[in-house]
């Protein structure tokens, strides 16, 4: 656990969302249970494995003595504890707990200028994917680079979740984003994120199942960008070992000419090879770009393990003879 208190003595004071601490990746023996998280004003202490009391009380106290170093006067420390078990990750389930301080109601967290809704209070996801960060950046300097193409980026926005790569788009000049997710209440909070930004046109929000709305999607088509981040294993949903598949064979019929797709895979036990090979057989047409790194406080010990957000781009228009 030294690592981690390390990290709690030396963190600067959090102003956007980020991790503070991955011991998740490896790099820190001993530590391999531990998460830290800021979604300021509130830090929130992930546990993968059962935690003691005393423990508790130890990473309290370190925090409790950072926060009087860093904190404005009179700020108190908001933090929440969740513990994910492996019995309890199985059942999809985690235990939360206020352990000191509130959580504003309603929770809205920046990253990089942007205002995004959170809830660190409930379920195992919060509302927006720190790990994601990278990929989120990515979006927005794509969609920029093509801001004055002749009809406009069009983008389509699979497994959306709350909407945080649509929001970044068209901040950037996007012309429009379609999001599709099964879950209405991530869609809503979606289209709250939004509004957060000042952004009212450009965006569609369809509550459907993916799998069974092919006709709507491929009628807004096709694409200049294609985001697909899926659950790698939701009960129901969707399965990556059995589903990505066939997402896979739907991108040739997406994507315009020259466009590109960003395939996300967050599966410790699924490395590069499972998409990459899979690409290979079922959009041959489709060419690797790039591994979108990344950010650094993310590092795992084994590259394989970490998120996977992969760059393909579909051939351009064969010129006229």
Known sequence: MQALLDAIATMPLPTDAQR???????????????????YPPVLVLTSFAPASDAELETIGAALQARWSQIAP??????????????????????????????????????EAGVRYRVHVLRGQNHGLFLDMAAGRRWVRDYAAARRADRYGLKVLNLFAYTCAFSVVALQAGAKQVVNVDMSHGAIGIGQQNHQLNGITSGATFL????????????????????IVDPPSYQKGSF????????????????????GHALLCLNAPELGLAFLQDQMQELAPDLRF???????????????????????????ELAAAA
């Open 20 to 38: 503070v601490f991955h011991g998740r990746g490896g790099l820190f023996p001993g530590c391999e249970q531990w998460v830290l998280d800021a």
């Open 289 to 315: 770009v790039e591994r979108v790194a990344n950010p650094p406080v993310f590092a795992d010990v084994d590259p394989q393990r970490a998120l996977k957000v992969l760059v393909y781009q579909a051939p």
């Open 239 to 258: 399965v990556a070992t059995k589903d990505y598949a066939r997402l896979m064979r739907r991108l040739p019929d997406l994507l315009a000419p020259g």
């Open 73 to 110: 006067a009179g700020q108190p420390l908001n933090w929440v504890f969740q513990h994910r078990g492996e019995a309890l990750r199985i059942e999809g389930r985690s235990e939360t707990r206020l352990m000191a301080g509130a959580v504003p109601d309603p929770h809205v967290v920046t």
């Open 207 to 226: 509550p459907h199942d993916i799998f069974s709305s092919w006709g709507k999607i491929n009628r807004s088509g096709p694409y200049g960008l294609v």
